[in-house]
């Protein structure tokens, strides 16, 4: 399965349109790019200072091209993406169903929050031979013993363990956060994770790096047929994609912590816009979004799986898989546990 190739329009005073069934990328200064279809799956539009004309959001419709605009968040403000989607209303209706399936609902949650605790402790067990800090991997073991010991002893309806389950992951991402900023220059201010409220700047970069994978797992979730308001873990809210949020779980650790956590650790020091808005720089944003989707094309091997893949691969990949669990064609759904 390829990964998706991505064009990036990130500028001010830039207008996309058509020309001779060609995609023009014009600048505010004359300059103009064009490119066939052929080269792109998807479009992110990054800023307020594009264009997009209806012939080209068509043209790139008919090809069958995703195009995304997001805000300064890095959240998705829209999307559209052309409709071609497979087993859309079995899918649906057996999604529905699985949230009065206890067992099968339960044990999906705790195979996504299971999945997600592994990869943390994985990316630990990477930083202790890359830094050579042995006390790192004593941490990512107390991480899984410690989660597994309080996760082994819930069961029951999935109401009454969903709050249990996630105390116990929370827990474990409170030990793997303060274990984390102990890699990286103590001059950014990051002492632990802190979701949409922490002063710092990584925590803003953290924001909108899960940002933009809440989008492509979105992207992931519709194409296997998916509805992504309709999750099993995170509590129900109107108008908020729950789905997308249970899924990403599982890959926040991959496509997010680790490649931006290097990158720290290599030197370079995100900037502000607006410190007392929370707002980073558009040429923050823009290494963020570069970083995030060149991670996408790295190849990876994921337990269970029958070989590497790019890690964008494995976000379809999986969603497939948790499309068949939902449907009944699998007994069991084993989340994506990545190869450290």
């Not at 068509?58 to 300064?72: A, H, I, K, Q, S």
């Not at 949230?99 to 994985?122: C, F, H, M, P, T």
């Not at 202790?128 to 006390?135: F, I, N, S, T, V």
């Not at 070989?307 to 759904?333: I, M, N, T």
């Amino acid at each position: 399965m390829a990964v998706l190739k991505r064009l990036l329009i990130d500028g001010y005073g830039v207008k996309v349109s058509v020309s001779k069934g060609l995609l023009v990328i014009s600048n505010g200064n004359g300059g103009k790019k064009k490119i066939g279809l052929a080269d792109i799956d998807q479009v992110i539009i990054a800023t307020s200072g594009v264009v997009i004309t209806s012939s080209a959001v068509r043209l790139l419709m008919r090809n069958g091209v995703d195009l995304v605009f997001l805000g300064p968040r890095g959240l998705p403000i829209g999307r559209v993406y052309p409709p071609y989607i497979n087993k859309t209303v079995d899918t649906r209706r057996a999604q529905y169903l699985l949230y009065n399936d206890d067992k099968r609902s339960l044990e999906l949650v705790k195979n996504i929050l299971y999945s997600k605790v592994y990869n943390q402790a994985g990316h630990l067990r990477r930083l202790a031979r890359h830094l050579d800090r042995p006390g790192l991997r004593d941490v990512a073991y107390d991480l899984m013993s410690d989660y597994l010991e309080e996760a082994g002893t819930v069961h029951g309806s999935l109401e009454a363990s969903r709050e249990k389950l996630r105390i116990a992951e929370a827990l474990a991402a409170h030990k793997y956060w303060e274990t984390l900023a102990t890699t990286i220059p103590e001059n950014l201010g990051f002492t632990g994770r802190k979701p949409g409220e922490g002063s710092d700047v990584v925590n803003r970069c953290l924001d909108y790096m899960y940002s933009l994978l809440y989008s492509e797992a979105w992207r992931s979730l519709v194409l296997a047929g998916l509805d992504p308001y309709a999750g099993y873990m995170h509590t129900d809210k109107s108008g908020k994609p729950v789905l997308v949020y249970d899924y990403s779980e599982m890959f926040r650790a991959s496509l997010v912590d680790y490649p931006l956590f290097s990158r720290l650790r290599n030197g370079w020091i995100p900037e502000w816009k607006d410190r007392e808005a929370g707002l980073l720089s558009p040429s923050t944003r823009r290494e963020l979004v570069r970083i995030f989707t060149e991670n996408l094309e790295k190849k990876a091997g994921a337990r269970g799986a029958d070989s590497r893949k790019k890690l964008g691969s494995h976000l379809q990949w999986y969603a497939y898989e948790l499309a068949s669990y939902v449907r009944g064609e699998k007994r069991e759904y084993k989340g994506f546990q990545m190869e450290w």
